[in-house]
């Protein structure tokens, strides 16, 4: 199984400040028709999570220009340019490329 | 808009067995895959089972394979998760999420205890 691991697994950001969340895999995350299938999820307090970021760098609609993914083959990156306070949640990065799926430990992001 | 309701979750005892459903809308059913989640309490996301448009390909994880079934009715939008030979390790809330190598929309989850 392709293992997915992130870090930090805690991160305290003072509010305007950024915040990045690393998310290795233990192969390359490259499929056969070229896409990288790794994912970003935010779940916030007491909500189902929600998609952010789809093949590595793709921003869903609705989500703020602040949040930004980065990375290839098997070293990825979520950035916020500057955290707000609805930012806090928990956030995840899986890999749909491999069979089984499998999603990173999660990092809880909170305001210092 | 897309629109996933999970529902069937409950109280089940070891060994017992429960079916999920997602009842989906404001998409095109046949035109997606559709995957299970679950997310025991307090843990992270752990994801299940997965199933081709058509139903033909589905796919396990280790810890379900033998024990669970996924299927899908195109007729009734609906996708299922037969759960037999349920464990005390089984407890987690259970999503429903549309796609399989970037699930975007999430159902809202319901939660299976099993317990004695």
């Known amino acids: 199984d392709v293992v997915m691991t992130q870090s930090p697994l805690s991160l305290p950001v003072t509010l305007g400040q950024p915040a990045s969340i690393s998310c290795r895999s233990s192969q390359s995350l490259v499929y056969s028709d070229g896409n990288t299938y790794l994912n970003w999820y935010q779940q916030r307090p007491g909500q189902s999570p929600r998609r952010l970021i789809y093949k590595v760098s793709n921003r869903d609609s609705g989500v703020p220009d602040r949040f930004s993914g980065s990375g290839s083959g098997a070293d990825f990156t979520l950035r916020i340019s500057r955290v707000e306070a609805e930012d806090v949640g928990v956030y995840y990065c899986?890999?749909?490329?491999?069979?089984?799926?499998?999603f990173g430990q999660g990092t809880k992001l909170e305001i210092k | 808009e897309v629109q996933l309701l999970d529902s069937g979750g409950g109280l089940v005892q070891p060994g017992g067995s429960l079916r999920l459903s997602c009842a989906a809308s404001?998409?095109?059913?046949?035109?997606?895959?559709l995957t299970w989640v679950r997310q025991a309490p307090g843990k992270g996301l752990e994801w299940v089972s997965s199933i081709s448009k058509t139903g033909a390909n589905t796919y396990y994880a280790d810890s379900v394979q033998g024990r669970f079934t996924i299927s899908r009715d195109s007729s009734r939008n609906t996708l299922y998760l037969q759960m037999n030979s349920l464990r005390a390790e089984d407890t987690a809330v259970y999503y429903c999420?549309?796609?399989?190598?970037?699930?975007?929309?999430w159902g809202q989850g319901t939660l299976v205890t099993v317990s004695s």
């Open positions: 999420m549309r796609g399989y190598s970037a699930p975007d929309n």
């Open positions: 404001g998409f095109t059913f046949s035109d997606y895959a």
């Open positions: 899986m890999q749909g490329t491999h069979w089984p799926r499998t």
